[in-house]
T-cell receptor, first 116, second 113 residues
Framework: AQSVTQPDIHITVSEGASLELRCNYS??????LFWYVQSPGQGLQLLLK??????LVQGIKGFEAEFKRSQSSFNLRKPSVHWSDAAEYFC??????????????FGKGTHLIIQP | DAGVIQSPRHEVTEMGQEVTLRCKPI?????LFWYRQTMMRGLELLIY????????DSGMPEDRFSAKMPNASFSTLKIQPSEPRDSAVYFC???????????FGQGTRLTVV
């Protein structure tokens, strides 16, 4: 069965500092990997996705993620965070590009707090 | 397109009452998913439809939960009777037939007292 682990429940970062959110997955085949962001009271918005090819993928809002097959990881990074980045971040794995078959399996999420 | 639309945004009901959550997917999307989000369990897939047909409902927690998709533009998730442990945020998502991205609605926050 597929699973996603986000080891950090909460992370606090100073505004302007760099950020890395960890994600490890377990999946039997080639995974499709996603990062979503959820602002308070809102739905989930796709930040970026990895299907194949270049293991470093660029997303919206200045985020990027690197797929490392040997470590079963797909960590999210941003070189300089802004106060507006405070939100809940979810890593997800799916068997297809949009998770159409069987849907997406989500991690428990990481709550990002930005200090002034 | 206005995106995935869910209603109501908030629902407060008494234990034992019937609750119906509604979802309008993005036009042209073939897949529709219902997720439940709680602090303890995170995001869980409850059921999904493909071309209005339920494909996998193994995530539905109990027989009190049921979902329908009578046409391509509307789906409901019903809980009857509701219980306090059903309190959660319920999300609907849709995906197009190219499976490029899952679009989520803003969710319905359900509180059962």
């Amino acid at each position: 069965a597929q699973s996603v682990t986000q080891p950090d429940i909460h992370i606090t970062v100073s505004e302007g500092a760099s950020l890395e959110l960890r994600c490890n997955y377990s999946y039997g085949a080639t995974p499709y990997l996603f990062w979503y962001v959820q602002s308070p009271g809102q739905g989930l918005q796709l930040l970026l996705k990895y299907f194949s090819g270049d293991t470093l993928v660029q997303g919206i809002k200045g985020f990027e993620a690197e797929f490392k097959r040997s470590q079963s990881s797909f960590n999210l990074r941003k070189p300089s965070v802004h106060w507006s980045d405070a939100a809940e971040y979810f890593c997800a794995v799916g068997p297809s590009a949009g998770g159409g078959a069987d849907g997406l399996t989500f991690g428990k999420g990481t709550h990002l707090i930005i200090q002034p | 397109d206005a995106g995935v639309i869910q209603s109501p945004r908030h629902e407060v009901t008494e234990m034992g009452q019937e609750v119906t959550l509604r979802c309008k997917p993005i036009s042209g999307h073939d897949y529709l998913f219902w997720y439940r989000q709680t602090m303890m369990r995170g995001l869980e897939l409850l059921i999904y439809f493909n071309n209005n047909v339920p494909i996998d409902d193994s995530g539905m927690p109990e027989d009190r939960f049921s979902a329908k998709m009578p046409n391509a533009s509307f789906s409901t998730l019903k809980i009857q009777p509701s219980e306090p442990r059903d309190s959660a945020v319920y999300f609907c998502a849709s995906i197009d037939n190219l499976n490029t991205e899952a679009f989520f609605g803003q969710g319905t926050r359900l509180t059962v007292v």
